[in-house]
């Protein structure tokens, strides 16, 4: 059990390496919500997002804000019915969310792309087998597809 992280960051299933992974709970704003597992609340919050009908809605990943800002931004303004102003594009280096609170330390432009963009980082999330085989057994590969991720290496 625990709270999200509690100490397992990388890690899907606990030390014991058994069955069913480490339970994840999330402060939302009508309260908390106990997920099995780091797989479960992907596979949960996207499902979700996925069956609104109710309003519009874009999905943007992270890693395309970082990677490929610019196109990714202005693919956005024309889904929207907007425009990018017709200035220089610039990259925010310093942290956008500040250095105060439980941002300190935060990442900036630079720093995200060091790290994220890091095939070594990338490989060293999941370095245990029992984790890799529990994340094959558990994601939810239409998901995965949808959004246009691979899956892990494989062991």
Excluded: Q
């Excluded at 479960?40 to 800002?69: C, G, Q």
């Excluded at 105060?100 to 087998?129: C, I, S, W």
């Amino acid at each position: 059990g625990g709270g999200a992280g509690a100490g397992v960051c990388g890690r899907l299933v606990g030390e014991k390496g058994g069955g069913g992974g480490v339970s994840v709970t999330v402060p939302y704003a009508k309260g908390r919500v106990r997920y099995d597992n780091w797989i479960d609340l992907w596979n949960t919050w996207y499902k979700d997002w996925m069956e609104v009908t109710s309003f519009p809605r874009i999905f943007v990943r992270y890693e395309d804000l970082i990677f490929h800002a610019e196109e990714t931004i202005k693919t956005v303004c024309d889904c929207a019915g907007g425009e990018m102003k017709n200035e220089e594009f610039r990259y925010r280096e310093d942290s956008a969310k500040g250095e105060g609170g439980p941002h300190k330390g935060g990442n900036g432009f630079v720093n995200a792309v060091m790290k994220y963009g890091n095939e070594t980082f990338r490989d060293a999330v999941l370095t245990r087998a029992v984790d890799r085989d529990f994340f094959r057994k558990n994601i939810d590969y239409g998901l995965m597809r949808t959004f246009g991720y691979a899956d892990i290496h494989e062991d």
